[in-house]
């Protein structure tokens, strides 16, 4: 049994920090060995993920939130082996960029992470100009590895890492998808003033705002139901914790749960799609 994970990462730093990312897996590199697919989009602290299933989720990041790694050598550092160490092979140019060459074995890796190697090697190219990996590929081989997460077995695992543009124009972009609630364009569902949007998508949003929780049920039973959205009293309901609120227009049908989030102390709305009869 096979399998391969392939990871491609976009990064840019102006005219404002941005990266995609694309993860794609078949057979052991997937989830129960099906094809999957993930792709994630971060613009400043804006990111966007789609786990393959067409649904884009919207999500906020806080401003001090690093951007992800490029890639499993800088996740994992012990893939990682020292020029000094390593057997210089001379000068190549790989990808478009002059690159000094080195070789390794098993010698020099301690990658306990992915459990005792029988056997490996690898090679290396650092940019001459900028002192960064070209390229990475390493071959290992043992008899209880990790071949998958949570599989271990005997096995071989091959590992490619190529950046292949570097200082050149690109352009990323958030998906062209509408993400408001059924029966809302993005960015058309009505709030209070100064929420915070935290996660939104078509089935599954939520918010954050100042406004104590029985202001924000007067909000949406007045707002809603100006836009022709009828209040369907006999669903929702009221504890000491939480509102439920249950609206329809039409095919439309979204339920609203207001509660105190505990983490900041303002007013949680989350706003969650019911199936209509």
Not at 95 to 115: E, V, W
Not at 229 to 258: C, H, M, R, Y
């Amino acid at each position: 049994t096979s399998g391969t994970i392939s990871m491609t990462v976009e990064y840019v730093q102006q005219p404002q920090e941005a990266q995609r990312i694309l993860m794609e897996g078949t057979g052991l590199g997937a989830e129960d060995g099906k094809a999957g697919r993930m792709e994630a989009i971060r613009i400043g602290v804006t990111t966007w993920t789609n786990l393959g299933d067409g649904n884009w989720i919207q999500s906020s990041e806080d401003v001090t939130a690093p951007f992800q790694s490029a890639g499993l050598i800088f996740d994992t550092p012990e893939l990682l082996v020292s020029i000094n160490d390593a057997r210089a092979l001379g000068v190549e140019t790989i990808n478009g960029l002059s690159s000094d060459h080195y070789a390794f074995d098993k010698r020099q890796l301690n990658i306990t992470s992915i459990g005792d190697m029988d056997d490996a090697q690898g090679e290396f190219w650092i940019a001459r100009e900028g002192g960064f990996i070209v390229r990475y590929l390493l071959q290992a081989r043992g008899g209880d590895i990790e071949l998958s997460e949570g599989q271990r077995g005997e096995g071989t695992i091959a590992l490619v890492y190529d950046v292949l543009e570097t200082n050149r124009p690109l352009n990323i972009r958030a998906p062209q998808v509408d993400l408001g609630p059924p029966g809302f364009a993005t960015g058309e569902f009505p709030l209070p003033a100064g929420a915070e949007t935290k996660l939104t998508s078509r089935n599954f949003s939520s918010f954050l705002t100042a406004q104590s929780p029985a202001e924000v049920v007067t909000f949406y039973q007045d707002k809603l139901a100006a836009s022709g959205w009828g209040l369907l009293p006999n669903e929702g309901f009221a504890s000491d914790e939480i509102t439920s609120l249950v609206f329809q227009k039409g095919s439309d049908k979204i339920a609203l749960s207001i509660t105190i989030d505990q983490g900041s102390g303002r007013t949680q709305i989350l706003v969650s799609v019911e199936a209509a009869p």
